[in-house]
């Protein structure tokens, strides 16, 4: 029997050198309308899950054995749909009473591991800290849908153009220790901003991600080159190994929970929008209150101009927290980047009165009927506008 969890995860990724990981999202589970289901399969990496290109005009099955986490097996299928308006691959077919495809799953993680072209072992995490686990201790960071990793290649650099690179080296040349969460975020959105003539006057959605996608490489560039020599190195023992480990992952998973609170700030401050970071006068010290804690403690400022937003990386676990958070507010926001949340969970947020922020560019990884209720970044800076004007 496999065991739960994101251990046996990335144990099977490393030992196999190879694993996709990818957000299970409402096409997956049927939730779309459309006339079957399964896991769509990212089509730029193809070769790793099946021997059919992706040539139009062709339908293609391919079988394949997928040993899943609780020790089951099933003969599945890797369909390649090449006809009419389709253009996706897809994983389905898995017998009877198969327990990873319901509709609560969406925004948990898949994990598949290619032990051969017809031969897969799959996993899938639910819980926030088995998903940040597998991404932190693999090297990768989903920051819209899917990520693959790969042994044989070297961390992938990507940077928007010559003039980021140029930006981000320079940064990573001067760099002796660790910088700071802001001192990462600063360098990541002045880079993009010197780089893109445009940036600044792009809509918020996309300048949120673009800054979380493009401070996650810098952060890589950084790790790479301080702890690199120290990993080459051969260690005296297996305790001192394993320290030096914990210190990379602790690094990294703390790096991506301050990430998305520094771009917030960022967007809230471009926009002109009066706010204060957790204040420790309000009560349960909400990431961030607008106008601001002093306008929070008097009792004379009205409710429905102020906001109590809780700024989350993930939100299928951690959401309830902000309900203990500026308890004179009924109504709550969290703001988000996790790519889907299932429908019974929405609901859960919308019966306690929390609406939920989320850049545009991920609201058609939700449920469709959960769609419209969504705000994205700019509308809900608009609301806030509008509350104070």
Not at 245 to 260: E, M
Not at 331 to 346: A, K, M
Request: hydrophobic share 35%; glycine share 6%.
């Amino acid at each position: 029997m496999v065991l739960w969890g994101s251990e046996n995860a990335v144990s099977d990724a490393l030992r196999h050198g190879a694993a996709i990981l990818k957000y299970i999202s409402p096409n997956d589970v049927g939730l779309t309308g459309a006339h079957q289901y399964g896991f769509y399969l990212p089509k730029s990496v193809w070769q790793m899950y099946s021997p059919q290109s992706p040539d139009r005009g062709v339908v293609h099955k391919h079988p394949v054995r997928v040993r899943w986490q609780d020790g089951r097996t099933t003969d599945s299928v890797v369909t390649w749909y090449g006809k009419g308006t389709r253009s996706e691959y897809r994983l389905t077919r898995f017998g009877r009473d198969f327990p990873f495809l319901g509709a609560d799953l969406v925004g948990s993680l898949l994990v598949i591991i290619p032990r051969s072209i017809d031969d897969f072992l799959a996993y899938v995490l639910e819980s926030e800290e088995d998903i940040a686990d597998v991404q932190a201790k693999l090297g990768l960071e989903i920051i819209d849908t899917w990520a693959v990793y790969r042994r044989e290649l070297p961390p992938p650099v990507e940077t928007e153009n010559e003039c980021v690179g140029r930006e981000f080296n320079e940064f990573v040349a001067h760099t002796t220790d660790f910088p700071s969460g802001l001192e990462f975020a600063s360098c990541a959105r002045n880079a993009l901003v010197k780089c893109i003539a445009d940036f600044t006057q792009r809509p918020s959605d996309d300048r949120l991600m673009r800054c979380v996608e493009q401070e996650y490489e810098l952060f890589k560039l950084v790790e790479r080159k301080l702890y690199e020599p120290e990993i080459s190195r051969a260690f005296k023992s297996i305790d001192e190994f394993l320290e030096t480990a914990n210190s990379i992952l602790q690094r990294r998973k703390s790096r991506a929970g301050l990430s998305l609170e520094h771009h917030v700030e960022d967007v809230l401050k471009d926009a002109g929008v009066p706010f204060e970071r957790q204040p420790r006068s309000v009560d349960g010290q909400p990431d961030i209150i607008i106008p601001g804690a002093r306008q929070y403690h008097d009792p004379k400022w009205p409710n429905e101009k102020l906001f109590a937003v809780g700024v989350k990386r993930t939100c299928k676990d951690r959401w309830r927290q902000v309900l203990n958070e500026a308890t004179r507010l009924k109504r709550r926001h969290i703001l988000t980047i996790q790519p889907g949340i299932s429908g019974r969970q929405l609901s859960e947020m919308r019966r306690a009165q929390v609406t939920v922020v989320v850049p545009s560019e991920l609201h058609d990884k939700y449920p469709p009927d959960w769609r419209a209720r969504l705000l994205t970044v700019d509308r809900f800076i608009e609301t806030v506008r509008r509350a104070l004007a």
